[in-house]
């Protein structure tokens, strides 16, 4: 393996060899030259070696050019640098190198780009012959395109702290990709989806070091075709290319950020014969389909794609049943469903059993975006509570375990793997009109389905006892999710609050700042609120996490309980999901700031002296947090009692007490006593007169827990008011439940039923022939969040680029919008977990329909639609009992009914014959249409030819065929 250090010897010396030097070795380009975009022009600017070119690429058929510097000795040019990828050229466009800069314009004088330095005066450029492009002056280089990457590095190019590589869009397509490659200040190199801000990474090459001092600096490719990170003293610390190379004087070699998320090295033949080209020396990571796994962005596939590696281990691209490619000319798009489907879309007039069904899936996975979880389900119960729930896409059923997690669009991070188990089921439209139309109506057609489509007035008649059963429906709804376990982990015997991973993330900034490391985790820097000077220590842990579920409770619940002035507060904790963190308080002075967790360590090791200067109080603590400890997890019998004096404790096994009740009592003999678990989520104890006069009514002792609102967090599940509803506290603490703007209750009697869109919502509810901005609009609530359902982060978004990226995405249906810190978030529904409070900072904002703005036919607008159907089947049944004479002469009988005669419009010569059917109208609509549909394409010259039907016994009407073509 060749070393580092003499490559750094070379560069030096470059730098010190005066422009005039540079001059006689390399071709130099004068100012004032140029080169312009014109078609079959191969000018460019070339390296001495003839292997590298700058100048215009054509990329496309549109008369579009990208600047760039290419390959120039290989067949397909292949480019290594690009100046203009997210803004191609038109023909006739220029670059001009001037005495101050490098500039393109367009054919008008426009720029479109230019270098970027702060020197003033260049003497000439160059075209090396190593691939990198270069503006001099007196001094030496003022600008070099090694410095300024694209998506590719080539031998003796190097990527300093803070440098990046963006991939690009795709194969042929040079804009701004969606993966980089970063090497960041504390020397790790990764690979992470852009975003903004940035996503998790989902390759690290590990080489992060604790001491800036030491920490590596550099990527270098050498000239012997190895890719190493290196120290600042020259020294390889990871070698990359782990294979060996192929001699560079016979192969030329790149290293590229892919479209498809890989950073992979190449190789290609100098001499080639045309049949060659570029093979892979190595690439990372392994594999991408499950190594990029975070809770945002859309995975390497795209939103509702599963990703599998192909025979090169490289991602391949693939839609679920009846979903197709977004953008079919782009893999890596993401797909959409080829149906209507969220809420609002369909009028409630037929079951959901008779609208959709299920396409299944094996091996297959999308972690994120479960909603709820339910346990104890049959593969037929699980499908059914999607099918009923308009906000369910996928069902993911495990027969093993019984469990069943329901999921809303879009998806993220799919992919197949053997190793997945359990069934996805997705839910997909039933084909049921002849044409083979899945959609309901959409807004352009709306207009010729009001003339043509009754079937609302069949749901008028059936509407008391489509209210019954949405009633039952949603009862027994309500009683299965009181019988779920709840995950929540008690907080009865502490004060601390129970925080989300997301809040804990945005509070930390990304767990940004790092105080401190131990043997439990490592603490971050962040605060609680808006207060930017209310700080807390976050504590992400490890260890603890391995001890399980149960343990960790004992612990938070011991650590809290245990004060002293040597050891810092513990404030809160994370328990969801694989998360676990402790939220301590803050202190500045490192005397105090000793953290419990580690203390305890400490003590149980003897190493406690270290910390506290053998401090008895502080022995004393950790002996009482040790024997606490031990009983939790020794002794976990416990029993709540409701005892004679009023009060309820909960006792365990060694007679230890703690108390819910607090304070003195009325007296039992003078009252009733009672304690229930509430409808609205809280534990109650209430208390009656024994004696009463008729006015007097049960009163409240006290209530658990004090905020429900805030207090109940997790992801899964929809909160104490229901999904997409926001719950505030009343004067009594206890919680009132609203519906967002242009929302309603799904069950008008029940406020904690959450609450639906008042509008269609979601994919495929509308056309493309209208922009976003004509179709919807915002509605703002402040003091107001919802915790769950965010796929998207954005950072450094104004308000109306956060607004606009809402409205261009089908799946967005809020947008979360802090303006202090520029963060917004993407959400789906259904929402959870929503609470309007003061303290809550941002604003909301629901994208909902513009008023006025026609959509799809809904359940709230049967009515208006039923009178002007009715209307149109009582002129069609007048028109045809008009034109036979009120069905007076009849020509024929057959099996299907009775055939009279009549005639069209004034004109008595213009015959008909009017065919009234029977038993094909008792098979029901779908049939008769697809009967209709079948006999209007027949054309023979010895059968009769069909001109129209009506139906008016299941008032569905259809236009007239004019003809056998119609």
């Known amino acids: 393996m060749a070393s580092a250090i003499p490559h750094f010897i070379f560069f030096f010396f470059l730098l010190l060899l005066s422009p005039f030097a540079i001059a006689q070795t390399y071709r130099n380009v004068s100012i004032g030259s140029s080169l312009s975009a014109i078609d079959n022009d191969n000018s460019s600017w070339a390296s001495p070696s003839g292997e590298f070119a700058f100048g215009f690429r054509p990329i496309g058929d549109k008369d579009l050019f990208l600047l760039a510097i290419w390959f120039d000795k290989i067949p397909d040019k292949t480019i290594v640098w690009s100046a203009n990828g997210d803004n191609l050229a038109p023909k006739g466009s220029r670059v001009e190198l001037v005495v ?41 280089y003022i600008w070099e395109s090694f410095k300024q990457p694209t998506d590719t590095i080539l031998p003796t190019q190097i990527l300093e702290v803070n440098g990046m590589l963006s991939s690009r869009q795709a194969e042929t397509n040079y804009s701004k990709g969606r993966f980089q490659l970063r090497l960041l200040s504390n020397g790790n190199l990764v690979l992470n989806p ?58 030329y070699y790149r290293a590229t950020m892919d479209f498809d998320g890989l950073f992979t090295q190449y190789a290609h033949p100098r001499t080639s014969n045309g049949n060659q080209s570029w093979s892979i020396v190595w690439s990372i990571p392994n594999d991408i389909c499950s190594d990029i796994s975070g809770e945002l962005g859309s995975g390497v596939c795209g939103y509702n794609s599963y990703c599998l590696l192909n025979s090169e281990r490289r991602p391949s691209c693939n839609c679920p049943p009846e979903y197709s490619l977004i953008n079919p000319n782009d893999k890596f798009s993401g797909c959409k469903p080829n149906f209507a489907l969220g809420c609002g879309v369909d ?8 609208v959709f069904e299920f396409r299944e899936l094996s091996s297959t996975n999308w972690p994120p975006g479960n909603y709820e979880q339910l346990g104890g389900y049959s593969e037929e119960e699980c499908k059914k509570s999607c099918l009923q729930d308009c906000f369910c896409a996928v069902a993911i059923f495990r027969t093993r375990t019984r469990n069943c997690w329901k999921k809303r669009l879009p998806l993220s991070n799919g992919r197949r793997d053997s190793s997945e188990a359990g069934t996805v089921l997705f839910k997909v439209r039933k084909v049921v009109l002849p044409s083979g139309n899945p959609h309901p ?30 009633y039952l429906i949603a009862s027994l709804t309500f009683i299965k999710r009181s019988e779920k376990p709840n995950h929540k982990p008690s907080v009865l015997e502490t004060n601390l ?89 803050f202190m500045s002075n490192e005397e105090r700031a000793i953290l419990t967790d580690w203390a305890y360590e400490c003590f149980i090791t003897s190493r406690l002296v270290d910390l506290v200067e053998s401090d008895e109080a502080a022995m004393s603590d950790m002996e009482k947090l040790k024997s606490t400890n031990e009983s939790n997890r020794v002794d976990s019998s416990y029993q709540v009692v409701f005892n004679n004096s ?52 049960w ?64 994919s495929g509810v509308d056309d493309e022939s209208r922009s976003p901005e004509d179709v919807f609009e915002f509605r703002e609530l402040s003091s107001t969040n919802c915790p769950q359902g965010i796929y998207e982060r954005l950072e450094q978004y104004n308000e109306e680029e956060c607004k606009k990226s809402c409205l261009q995405d089908c799946f967005c249906a809020v947008a979360i919008i802090r303006a202090r810190t520029r963060k917004w978030w993407k959400k789906r529904l259904p929402l959870s977990n929503g609470r309007r409070n003061s303290n809550e900072a941002g604003t909301v904002s629901f994208k909902v329909r513009i008023s006025g703005n026609p959509h ?111």
């Open 347 to 354: 009028d409630e007039s037929r079951a959901p059993e008779d």
């Open 100 to 140: 101050n800069d490098l500039v393109l314009n367009d054919p008008q004088g426009k720029e479109i780009w230019k270098a970027e330095f702060f020197a003033t005066e260049i003497i000439y450029a160059a075209m090396l012959s190593t691939g990198n492009f270069v503006l001099v002056n007196r001094n030496g």
């Open 497 to 585: 609050r129970s925080f989300s991973y997301e809040e804990l993330k945005e509070s930390t900034n990304g767990f940004k700042e790092e105080l401190g490391r131990g043997s439990f985790g490592i603490v971050y820097k962040g605060f609680l609120g808006s207060d930017s000077r209310n700080l807390i220590a976050v504590k992400k842990l490890d260890k603890v996490v391995q001890e399980g579920e149960k343990e960790f409770k004992a612990e938070v619940s011991a650590i809290g309980q245990t004060n002293h002035k040597n050891l810092v507060r513990l404030l809160g904790f994370c328990e969801q999901g694989p998360h676990r963190l402790l939220v301590y308080e």
């Open 646 to 697: 009023t009060y309820i404790n909960i006792v365990r096994n060694n007679g230890d007490i703690l108390k819910l009740t607090e304070g003195n009592r009325l007296r039992n003999t003078d009252y009733y006593y009672r304690a229930a678990m509430d409808f609205d989520g809280l534990f109650t104890q209430y208390a009656h007169p024994r004696t009463s006069n008729g006015n007097q009514s």
């Open 856 to 966: 799809p036919p809904t359940a709230n607008t049967t009515k208006k639609k039923a009178q002007t159907t009715l209307i149109i089947v009582l002129s069609l049944i007048l028109k045809l009992k008009e034109s036979t004479d009120g069905f007076k002469e009849e020509l024929g009988r057959g099996s299907f009914g009775i055939v009279y005669k009549g005639f069209l419009g004034s004109d008595s010569r213009n015959l008909t014959a009017v065919k009234k059917l029977d038993k094909v109208v008792q098979e029901g609509e779908k049939e008769f249409k697809a009967e209709v549909s079948a006999i209007g394409q027949t054309n023979h010259k010895n059968l009769v030819r069909l001109l129209g039907f009506m139906s008016s016994g299941t008032l569905a009407i259809e236009p007239p065929f004019q003809d056998s073509e119609a």
């Open 194 to 251: 852009i975003g903004r801000p940035t996503y998790d990474f989902y390759y690290s090459s590990s080489t992060n070091e604790s001491d800036p001092v030491d920490s590596s600096y550099q990527v270098l490719f050498n000239d012997s075709g190895y890719i190493n990170i290196v120290s600042k003293n020259g020294g390889i610390i990871v070698n990359l290319t782990k294979v060996n190379t192929f001699p560079i004087a016979d192969y």
């Open 699 to 762: 009163s409240i002792v006290w209530t658990i827990p004090n905020d429900i609102c805030s207090d109940i967090s997790g992801e899964l599940g929809s909160g104490v008011c229901g999904f997409n509803s926001n719950c505030l506290l009343n004067s009594e603490r206890r919680p009132s439940c609203e519906c967002p703007p242009e929302y309603s209750f799904m069950e008008p009697n029940n406020k904690f039923g959450g609450c639906k869109p008042n509008f269609a919502q979601g």
């Open 441 to 470: 109506p959409t807004t352009n057609t709306k207009k010729k389905k009001d003339q043509t489509t009754s079937i609302i007035v069949l749901s008028l008649l059936l509407g008391m006892s489509l209210l019954v059963v949405i």
